[in-house]
């Protein structure tokens, strides 16, 4: 979530998903599977873009908003909401994933999508009351 705060445009998006690639290699190599960085971030474009285009949109201008000055608190605040809801639903469906015997190579991100989206809307409800 403290990455959603860098006060800079689109250097905050390049942040969190660092972070989300850190999380998921860290996650793979707990679980002594291959990590494949092309592989993982395809997958992830795939997951969060299959949570609807309102989670992208929320990103992208909370992101964006922040280069308005007085306004900029809004993306301040949602945006590490969303950040931190896509990150807990991402290392909660990797860690099903390991656990279940897969590996980044045999990731099916249309069989996660519904798992990710539950997820999501977990992480997120227990994001806003902070």
């Known amino acids: 979530m403290g990455a959603g705060v860098v006060p800079l445009p689109l250097l905050d998006l390049a942040a969190i998903s660092g972070l989300q690639l850190k999380l998921i290699?860290?996650?793979?190599?707990?679980?002594?599977?291959?990590f494949e960085p092309e592989q993982t971030r395809a997958?992830?474009?795939?997951?969060?873009?299959?949570?609807?285009?309102?989670?992208?949109?929320?990103?992208?201008?909370?992101?964006?908003?922040?280069i308005i000055?007085?306004?900029g608190l809004l993306g301040a605040t949602g945006l590490p909401v969303i950040?931190?809801?896509v990150t807990y639903a991402l290392g909660r469906v990797f860690i099903h994933?390991?656990?279940?015997?897969?590996?980044v190579l045999n990731f099916d991100p249309a069989a996660a999508k519904q798992f990710f989206t539950e997820q999501f809307a977990?992480?997120?409800?227990a994001l806003r009351g902070l």
Not at 25 to 34: I, K, S, V
Not at 97 to 103: A, D, P
Not at 122 to 125: I, L, Q
Request: glycine content about 20%; overall charge neutral.
């Open 25 to 34: 290699a860290d996650l793979a190599a707990c679980y002594g599977q291959p």
């Open 43 to 66: 997958i992830v474009a795939s997951l969060v873009g299959g949570a609807g285009s309102l989670t992208l949109a929320a990103s992208a201008f909370g992101s964006l908003v922040k």
């Open 69 to 71: 000055p007085g306004a």
């Open 83 to 85: 950040a931190g809801a």
């Open 97 to 103: 994933h390991f656990e279940s015997g897969g590996t």
């Open 122 to 125: 977990v992480g997120r409800a």
